[in-house]
């Protein structure tokens, strides 16, 4: 059963879901702005247009006739996806799910409002003007971030008055698209902050991996680790939740949704309708199939009878420090002395500082601290080098 599948961003999420179609016996297209990105790689055939021009999308599909299509990224010009699931294509997880999550106001109104999910208090505004009466409204200290824009792009948070108008301007600054729009959310002080990766399939129940925790820096992940432990109670309430929010959206496929826990409240976040950064963790054997085994199963309507934690385990990002054109890296040998530690390089042709260029690995027992795995995985991150 070789289906046809075009991938919509192709970066490392990308390269380890065409891993694991192919592996799955698929033919996979791999598209993105820039040639030789990491899903390429590995792809049977590859495509490099901007994937916001509609016109651009549309040959690329009438050109492929894919019977799935896999977006991996937020910025894709998604209204067209409704236009390809009439013709008869599975867009993933569903052409709702994709347009929901694109924007923070259609995501946080179907959570908040229609399914009556807890969420931090918000307000829009599309002024400097109207960001002030909203943050009268939420109260400070509050987080503005911008409707379109993701890795933390545009995001800053409000303590006194005086910080209101550079907040809108940098809000400004880090939106994708013209039309400038923010959400003005209530600061959650949360003790910890966790990833439920989420699937949901054809034809079989919704299931749930273990809890996630990871810690943000500069908006995006730093280190992540699973399980990540908490309250009984409070993990069946998000699992509630992310049941809940998935049906709403349709489809099949993993997500990757996550929520704030304080030691009184969970708080539904966002979600991703596909793997998620922080489920990188999962490369770590940490389960019986990683979360892009899981997706590659549900969107091809394949099984998946349960899903078994069989380790803890967690990931660390390796960051580069410079812009390059030739990237390398350096330390892997020392990297990999460290015991049950993997790596994974993405092989991203370009640098710049910041930029994540692949992720370490470590895992260890059932009775192991998750502590210690998640310090260990840092160390094998810190001996990693990007050079060049
Ligand atoms: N209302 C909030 N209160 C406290 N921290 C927040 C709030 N919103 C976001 N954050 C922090 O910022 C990070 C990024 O925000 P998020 O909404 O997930 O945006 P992105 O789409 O960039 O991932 C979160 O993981 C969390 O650490
Ligand atoms: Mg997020």
Not at 119 to 142: F, I, K, N
Not at 188 to 212: H, M, R, S
Not at 296 to 313: F, M, S, T, Y
Request: hydrophobic share 40%; net charge negative.
């Amino acid at each position: 059963m070789e289906k046809r599948i075009v991938l919509l961003g192709s970066g490392e999420l990308g390269k380890e879901f065409v891993i694991a179609c192919k592996r799955l016996g698929q033919y996979v297209v791999a598209v993105d702005s820039y040639a030789n990105a990491p899903a390429m790689q590995v792809a049977d055939a590859y495509e490099v247009i901007n994937m916001l021009d509609g016109l651009a999308l549309d040959v690329v599909i009438a050109k492929h006739r894919p019977d799935i299509i896999v977006p991996e990224i937020e910025a894709i010009r998604t209204e067209r996806f409704y236009h390809y699931e009439q013709q008869g294509i599975q867009v993933v997880p569903s052409a709702k799910a994709a347009n929901f999550t694109m924007n923070r106001k259609a995501i946080r109104d179907l959570a908040a409002i229609d399914l009556n999910l807890k969420t931090a208090e918000y307000r829009y505004a599309t002024s400097e003007a109207s960001l002030r009466a909203a943050v009268a409204e939420v109260g400070m200290p509050c987080v503005v971030k911008p409707l379109m824009s993701s890795s933390g792009k545009g995001q800053s948070v409000i303590k006194s008055q005086n910080d209101i108008s550079k907040s809108w301007q940098y809000a400004v600054e880090g939106s994708r698209g013209d039309l400038v729009e923010v959400i003005v959310e209530a600061f959650i002080d949360f003790d910890y902050e966790i990833t439920l990766l989420t699937v949901t399939q054809q034809n079989g129940p919704t299931l749930f991996c273990a809890p996630i925790g990871h810690r943000q820096e500069r908006g995006d992940y730093q280190e992540s680790w699973q399980p990540m432990p908490m309250l009984e109670q409070q993990l069946r309430e998000a699992e509630q939740m992310a049941a809940k929010v998935t049906e709403a959206l349709g489809g099949a496929g993993l997500f990757g949704v996550e929520f704030f826990i304080s030691k009184t409240a969970v708080y539904f976040s966002e979600l991703s309708p596909r793997p998620h950064d922080t489920g990188m963790v999962t490369l770590a054997g940490t389960q019986n199939l990683n979360e892009f085994e899981l997706h590659a199963r549900a969107v091809l309507g394949l099984p998946i009878n349960e899903i078994q934690l069989l380790k803890k385990g967690a990931s660390a990002v390796i960051l580069a420090a410079a812009d390059s054109n030739s990237p390398r890296f350096e330390g892997i040998d020392a990297a990999l002395s460290v015991p049950n530690s993997d790596i994974r390089l993405f092989g991203k042709p370009t640098s710049r500082p910041y930029r994540r260029m692949g992720v370490a690995l470590v895992y260890g027992d059932l009775d192991k601290e998750i502590e210690y795995i998640t310090s260990q995985a840092k160390r094998v991150a810190a001996r990693v080098s990007v050079v060049g």
